[in-house]
């Protein structure tokens, strides 16, 4: 199979770099009930966070068990609406469209965008382990037609230039450097093309990377850019933004109750909300024409 087909892919990618053997590496072993748990109610796997109000009354229940099962499809419900959000974004696309996820994990994103336009999508992740599972998600919903994943680093992804309607990362953008992966998207979307990113991001307004900012740095292997690089960088990659949003008021709800979700929390909840809090960290959505 040649690297720029639409075929499905699932061999891992040669290695490129010490750093993206240890991010290979962590995803391929992360089995965090966080992102398991909450994909098997329906089987839509978000590997991000969530956007909006908070049903409070599920802190509420007495029955513990239930308690937990209540918490977990809310924290669910509100991770599919930041991928609604996200895909809402994308612009007006058809079933003849095709889309490109970077860095998709267990592939919800994917499957939220073709759910709702229609289109073709292909995603695309480091992890030979996300990719085959994603693939097997597709094939049981039917959609392995439409919906493919492929195990290739999102810098350098073989597709064909202008093969893309629209294109964007959903909290991944962390991995990598951005003028290199902006560069990636501007080749693949075809001229009016569509880029979304949703990122946490320091607000170097404040100056360096806060003490939180550098906690969950070293905790998901990954190196948070500052928010002014994501704009400098879509300048110099024909990427104009057309809409920004700070979500960052809207994913504090989230968070809250991700940190009273017994058996889900990670340790990393109150790090979080306390970057939130003080103004060092954001989290933002961007959506960009390519020109």
Same mark, same amino acid.
């Given at each position: ?139 049981? /919903?039917?959609?392995? %037609? ?6 290739? @680093?999102?810098?350098? +992804?073989?597709?064909?230039? =202008?093969? $893309? ?92 109750? /991700?940190?009273?979700? %017994? ?6 909840? @109150?790090?979080?909300? +306390?970057?939130?809090?003080? =103004?060092? $960290? ?10």
């Amino acid at each position: 199979m040649s690297s720029t087909d639409a075929g499905t892919t699932t061999a891992p990618v040669p290695p490129q770099s010490t750093y993206q053997n240890r991010v290979a590496d962590y995803w391929n072993a992360e089995e965090n009930p966080v992102n398991l748990e909450l994909g098997r109610i329906d089987d839509l796997y978000h590997h991000h966070y969530g956007v909006g109000d908070v049903d409070r009354s599920v802190l509420e229940e007495s029955d513990p068990e239930v308690r937990q099962e209540r918490i977990t499809a809310e924290l669910h419900r509100l991770e599919h609406a930041q991928a609604e959000l996200l895909a809402a974004r994308l612009g007006p696309l058809s079933p003849a469209d095709r889309v490109f996820d970077a860095g998709c994990g267990r592939g919800g994103g994917s499957v939220v965008a073709h759910l709702r336009h229609g289109c073709a999508a292909d995603g695309v992740t480091i992890s030979a382990k996300q990719a085959g599972f994603a693939n097997e998600q597709a094939r049981k /919903r039917g959609i392995d %037609g439409s919906v493919r994943y492929h195990c290739r @680093d999102m810098l350098d +992804t073989g597709f064909p230039s =202008g093969a $893309f309607a629209a294109s964007w990362n959903n909290e991944s953008t962390m991995y990598v450097e951005l003028d290199l992966l902006f560069a990636e998207h501007a080749r693949l979307l075809r001229r009016g093309g569509r880029y979304v990113v949703i990122t946490g991001c320091y607000n170097d307004t404040y100056g360096r990377a806060s003490r939180e900012v550098s906690l969950i740095n070293a905790h998901y292997i990954c190196d948070i850019h500052p928010r002014s690089a994501y704009f400098r960088a879509m300048a110099r990659n024909r990427l104009v933004p057309v809409h920004v949003q700070d979500l960052t008021a809207a994913t504090i709800p989230y968070w809250e109750l /991700r940190r009273q979700a %017994g058996h889900l929390v990670t340790g990393i909840e @109150d790090t979080f909300l +306390t970057a939130y809090r003080n =103004g060092s $960290f954001q989290y933002l959505l961007i959506a960009a024409d390519r020109v």
